[in-house]
């Protein structure tokens, strides 16, 4: 392990009286992963901004960059001193192409010379052992590329640090792996990493060192080889925590909520078909890109499917658009928290009121805020939503909250299908909890819910019965007490036909 | 900072402040400007630009930006008084024929930006030059004279010896208009699609239908805008309410509506439109040049972008 390249010691910074972190100590070494973990609002992106100079610390923080300390870092000097921070939604150019990103920091001269700039990053993407069109433009290659194209501009620049804020949050398994073996070689090429993460397995297998964040203290950090799974959920939330499972214990139905038959959309999937019974959740994994979310768009309606049927409580209902979907008692909580959910800018108690504002009106027929506001308190309490203020602007709420206040939307539609798309995807252990409770809740009054998820324990835990798709196809469904990871991730990858077991 | 970030969430009350202020520095250094009879005039140069910012209010809102307003308004005086002046069609005739074909002209934009997604700028830079075409084929670029006793009445005549009736038709448009912007489902509506439009399809808002309500709605105040400017000239010319685009887009933006669309209210907008008329009449009771006002205005809009900037940073 080589010497320690950053570390800051008593570093504070409060917001407007409100104290985020609180004399936290930390270090990295050259050539180490040093993971960071903590809830929601523990203070790690925090952290992150000052180390990348785009928030000032309190006074009598200390921050040493190579040993010297640094009292006024600024952003352009953070990344001077080859601190690269990539953070979630990845900030790359997506008209530019794979090699001009690359090489962005390294046109200094007015005249771009192309053939150079190739060369450069070629040279870098060998060895980093990755092969990619260097053409192409960024915008249409995936994610998980794009975030192997922010490493080897990292790489180019001939970072020392570099910062990745849950890098694999929009990855699938295949491209996880490769992100590991390309974390190895970056660490022997003496770079130090921090990593930020909420899934406990990736911090387990990258890290050498783990810090631990709650609250604004720092409350742990040792050699990863010194927690376990449970250890580490226990020092991030401070309680005793399970994932515990929460299958159906209402026994077994046999009365059909929903049903779809032999539903086609070309080219995301074909001939799907199942069911799912009272009381019961049905879980729908598969890697990312097998069609699970473009079969919950087409069941509520966003998009055309070439055939299919779709039945609730027996009766067969037709679906042109998401109002029809909703009319008819489908509700479907996006993927995308962000670009698909929030209204940024809009107060909670508007967020939770959008699908049923028909509700909201007074005598006159024009939108009583009062209702909004009953609406949403009702809903705070019922989630325990926090802060408990209908009219905070939502952007200014917490990643599980806004979660929250998103299935406030839904449930105030009084759905008989609720479709809920990776709805734990970044949100901390304590919100993830409760959200499993609240869907256990919903099926158990008679909800049918499909959950759709990368996170296979949840899945595990959650679901009654499982769907694997794969490419489009479902290859898999089983009872899930029968299934196992191993099984359900060796179908995601390789299965074909339709096994049931 | 915390007082700044107060202050930023009253931006109306700021606002109108402001506007009090103007009012009474004005009072003070110019003998003219505190009569009954310029009080009025005032009020009666705040509805061109007052009927234009609501059209263009409402547009940005959505996401959208109407640049079309100013060729369909100029359209629209140009059938009026092609209608009354030289057909010499009864005044609800004109005005209802008129109506019509500011409802088509706003169902060309709507389905432009609505059905078929064109960006709404691009759209409407093509209407706007279409409209504007038109008006020139109709009226052969010249001023059509449209002289009807009756017709005077809505852009020249007083109630009560006094208050101009073009001011009451805007007072009694832009409540009309805050309550639906602010009150109404499809105002909700607008709002959100202009804040997050994937997410509005998430939760079931149908795009087509309110953006298509969105720019019938700007049609229509072009519509009432045109009526007064009709009545006032007492005729229709093809580039007469032209300079009103660009000045209501301003007023709007200096009223808080966000140019990105989703936020801002109506109220603020029309507070921009007092500003800026304020300044102009003031000035001109002061002796000042029109290209002096110009250059006023300009600082105080600057002015309140780099201030709201400021605290948008804090």
Not at chain 1, 454 to 471: F, Q, T, Y
Request: hydrophobic share 45%; glycine share 8%; aromatic share 8%.
């Amino acid at each position: 392990m080589g010497n320690v390249i950053l570390e800051v010691k008593n570093l504070s910074k409060t917001y407007s009286g409100i104290t985020v972190l609180n004399s936290v100590s930390f270090n990295l070494r050259a050539g180490e992963v040093h993971a960071l973990v903590g809830e929601n609002g523990a203070g790690k992106s925090t952290m992150i901004k000052i180390i990348a100079g785009v928030e000032k610390p309190d006074e009598g923080s200390e921050i040493y960059i190579n040993g010297k300390r640094e009292t006024r870092l600024t952003a352009a000097r953070s990344i001077q001193l080859g601190i690269t921070v990539i953070y979630q939604d990845i900030s790359l150019f997506p008209n530019l192409t794979v090699a001009e990103n690359i090489c962005i920091e390294k046109n200094k001269l007015f005249i771009v010379n192309r053939k150079e700039m190739k060369r450069i990053a070629q040279e870098t993407l060998d060895t980093m052992g990755v092969k990619l069109d260097l053409d192409a433009k960024l915008g249409d290659i995936s994610i998980g590329k794009q975030q192997l194209v922010a490493i080897a501009r990292a790489i180019t620049f001939k970072s020392k640090v570099i910062v990745m804020d849950e890098p694999t949050a929009a990855l699938s398994k295949a491209e996880v792996e490769m992100l590991y073996k390309i974390i190895k070689t970056v660490k022997d090429k003496g770079i130090g990493i921090i990593y930020i993460s909420h899934k406990l397995d990736e911090v387990f297998a990258v890290a050498d060192r783990i810090s631990i964040l709650r609250d604004g203290y720092m409350v742990a950090c040792d050699d990863a080889e010194k927690f376990d799974n449970q250890k580490l959920i226990n020092l991030m939330v401070g309680r005793e925590l399970r994932f515990v499972s929460m299958q159906n214990e209402e026994g077994e139905s046999e009365e059909t909520v929903f049903e779809v038959r032999n539903m086609t959309c070309e080219p995301y999937f074909r001939n799907v078909s199942f069911k799912i019974n009272k009381y019961e959740i049905l879980g729908l994994t598969g890697l990312v890109g097998a069609g699970r979310s473009e079969l919950a768009q087409a069941i509520f309606g966003m998009m055309k499917p070439q055939s299919g049927e779709i039945f609730i409580n027996g009766k067969k209902v037709y679906i042109k658009s998401p109002e029809d979907a909703i009319s008819k008692g489908i509700g479907y909580l996006p993927e995308d928290r962000r670009k698909q959910g929030l209204f940024q800018g809009h107060s909670m108690a508007c967020n939770i009121s959008t699908v049923t504002i028909s509700r909201h009106l007074n005598k006159l027929g024009l939108i009583s805020k009062k209702k909004e506001l009953q609406t949403a308190l009702a809903n705070i309490n019922k989630l325990s939503i926090r802060p408990n203020l209908p009219t905070i602007n939502i952007e200014n709420m917490s990643g599980g909250n806004q979660q929250k206040a998103l299935f406030s939307r839904w449930l105030e539609t009084n759905p008989k299908v609720l479709i809920v798309d990776e709805p734990t995807s970044g949100i901390d252990v304590g919100a993830k909890l409760e959200i499993h409770k609240l869907l256990r809740q919903l099926a158990k009054s008679g909800v049918a819910v499909i959950l759709i998820s990368s996170d296979l324990p949840e899945i595990l835990a959650i679901a009654d019965r499982i769907l694997v798709m794969r490419k489009g196809d479902i290859v898999y469904e089983t009872v899930a007490v029968n299934a196992t990871q191993e099984k359900v991730i060796e179908k995601g990858l390789m299965g074909s036909g339709r096994e049931i077991g | 900072m915390i007082k700044l970030n107060k202050m930023a969430n009253n931006n109306e009350m700021i606002l109108a402040l402001f506007a009090l202020f103007l009012f009474i520095g004005f009072s003070f250094s110019s003998p003219y400007f505190f009569r009954l009879g310029n009080l009025m005039q005032l009020t009666a140069q705040l509805v061109e630009l007052g009927l234009m910012t609501l059209a263009m209010s409402a547009s940005i809102i959505s996401g959208g930006m109407d640049l079309s307003i100013g060729a369909m308004a100029s359209l629209f005086t140009v059938l009026l008084a092609t209608f009354m002046g030289t057909m010499g069609l009864p005044m609800w005739i004109a005005i209802f024929i008129t109506f019509v074909a500011s409802l088509l002209c706003g169902m060309l934009n709507g389905f432009l930006c609505g059905h078929l997604k064109v960006n709404a700028m691009l759209a409407t830079l093509g209407t706007q030059a279409l409209f504007s075409g038109l008006g020139l084929v109709i009226s052969k670029g010249v001023t059509i004279q449209c002289i009807n006793e009756k017709f005077f009445f809505f852009g020249q005549g007083r109630i009560a010896g006094h208050l101009p009736f073009q001011t009451v038709i805007l007072v009694i448009t832009a409540v009309f208009s805050v309550i639906l912007i602010s009150k109404t489902r499809w105002g909700r509506r607008i709002y959100l699609i202009g804040s997050n439009n994937e997410a509005a399809k998430f939760a079931g808002i149908n795009y087509k239908s309110n953006i298509m309500l969105v720019y019938i709605f700007s049609a229509i105040m072009s519509f009432i805008c045109a009526i007064v400017i009709t009545s006032r000239i007492s005729g229709g010319r093809a580039d007469v309410a032209d300079p009103l685009v660009l000045q209501s887009v301003s007023a709007s933006v200096f009223g808080g509506i966000a140019i990105t669309g989703g936020s801002g209210n109506i109220l603020g907008a029309m507070i921009g439109v007092i500003v800026f008329t304020l300044v102009s009449n003031g000035m001109n009771m002061m002796g000042a040049s029109q290209f002096l006002q110009q250059v006023i205005i300009g600082s105080i809009l600057l002015l309140v972008l780099m201030f709201r900037q400021l605290i948008k940073r804090q």
